[in-house]
């Protein structure tokens, strides 16, 4: 019987690859794309195209399949756009002063954030618990290391396929965490980005993410910043020392000790 998600490849010069991905992961592996036909159960493809790992859900084919991409796209654009230390993100981290922390971002999902961090300077230690997002990670993070234009960036990347409500102690004395657990969205789904939208049906609801601030305060040596909606209670319910506000979402600040100038 098959779980609900399997890898297969959509072309032969991909077979090695699909199997290694099953193998190291300990997913299920149905071979050719089109064998999909077959399997009516499942609800996620984890499909190697032309090297390169994307994962769609079955049922709504429309939206599209979803994949890490950091050398070109949004990434990218925001690389070259995205106003560098003065961004949110890189506020509400400490990025002043010249002081670049070791950030451990316990929630990690498509690396997304993590890679803003790296492109400034920071290393970035991420852990993702769900295999199949951190199979999406590593194989993004693979293709990265070969583009000599942002592997300087990626090489300040690692993963830890963990889930870092046990195991936050594994990243070694994070200056720095950072947490975007899933919230539960209030927006239509229409409104919600095609990619969002099968990246939320894969992961659901971070449901225990309240489960993540203890740790993480215990273990932070400056701060610990919460990505969360605008609408929703912060993390755990607990007032952080400082809050950035910005248009859909804020990032709350919890301080355990300042940050260090002229670092
Ligand atoms: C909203 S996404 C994070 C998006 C990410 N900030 C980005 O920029 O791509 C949340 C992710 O955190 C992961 N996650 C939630 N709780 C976790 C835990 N305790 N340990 C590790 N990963 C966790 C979920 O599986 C999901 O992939």
Request: glycine content about 6%; overall charge positive; some cysteine.
């Amino acid at each position: 019987m098959l779980n609900k998600i399997a890898v297969a490849y959509v072309d032969a010069v991909d077979v090695d690859k699909a199997k290694k991905v099953a193998k190291k992961w300990q997913l299920d592996y149905i071979g050719d794309i089109a064998a999909i036909k077959n399997y009516p159960k499942l609800l996620f493809a984890l499909q190697v195209n032309l090297q390169r790992l994307e994962l769609s859900k079955l049922d709504e084919p429309k939206l599209g399949a979803i994949c890490v991409d950091f050398v070109d796209g949004a990434t990218a654009h925001r690389r070259k756009f995205g106003g560098g230390r003065g961004q949110d993100i890189a506020k509400a981290v400490g990025l002043k002063h010249g002081f670049t922390p070791h950030v451990l971002d316990a929630t990690a999902g498509l690396g997304r954030d993590a890679f803003v961090l790296a492109t400034l300077g920071c290393n970035v230690t991420m852990m993702e618990r769900m295999p199949i997002v951190a199979a999406l990670l590593e194989d993004g993070l693979e293709r990265a290391k070969l583009s000599t234009e942002i592997n300087d960036i990626t090489d300040r990347m690692n993963l830890i396929n963990s889930s870092s409500i046990e195991n936050m102690n594994l990243a070694q004395q994070p200056d720095v965490i950072y947490l975007d657990p899933m919230y539960p969205h209030r927006e239509k789904s229409a409104a919600v980005k095609k990619e969002m939208r099968v990246f939320q049906s894969l992961v659901g609801e971070d449901l225990d993410a309240d489960n993540l601030l203890a740790p993480a305060i215990a273990l932070a040596k400056y701060r610990v910043v919460v990505k969360r909606p605008s609408y929703a209670p912060p993390l755990a319910g607990k007032t952080p020392s400082t809050s950035i506000n910005m248009k859909k979402n804020r990032f709350d600040v919890y301080v355990n000790q300042a940050i260090p100038k002229n670092n």
